[in-house]
């Protein structure tokens, strides 16, 4: 079994950058691809970000592009989200999740959550004005 554990969380204010981390363990992590999604009260959970399990690929929401980084470091079971000009709109929960199915896929692959085989539970990022 998976676990995934997300940090990295907390309260800053608009425009300030933050990085989020999520750590694996008990499963093959190097050949997973990873996934960053958020979600805010009442809404439904967002696709932010995803990583092939190489590196290689990378995708991103629309609403992130050109602001957040997705990265991973397969020799520390880690994956990260670098986000940097912030906003009160992006106040969220923010979950990682892993996909064990072998191979590389599209990005509208990788933003349905429902591929998703793993999640984390989950660290709050405040954006305040």
């Known amino acids: 079994q998976v676990q995934l554990v997300e940090s990295g969380g907390g309260l800053v204010q608009a425009g300030d950058s933050l990085r989020l981390s999520c750590a694996a363990s008990g499963g093959t992590f190097s050949s997973y691809a990873m996934g960053w999604f958020r979600q805010a009260p009442g809404k439904e959970r967002q696709f932010v970000a995803a990583i092939n399990w190489s590196g290689s690929s990378t995708y991103y929401g629309d609403s992130v592009k050109g602001r957040f980084t997705i990265s991973r470091d397969n020799a520390k079971n880690t994956v990260y989200l670098q986000m940097n000009s912030l906003k009160p709109e992006e106040t969220a929960v923010y979950y990682c999740?892993?996909?064990?199915?072998?191979?590389?896929?599209?990005?509208?692959?990788?933003?349905?959550?429902?591929?998703?085989?793993?999640w984390g539970q989950g660290t709050q990022v405040t954006v305040s004005s």
């Open positions: 999740a892993a996909d064990a199915r072998y191979g590389t896929y599209s990005g509208s692959y990788y933003s349905a959550p429902s591929v998703y085989n793993f």
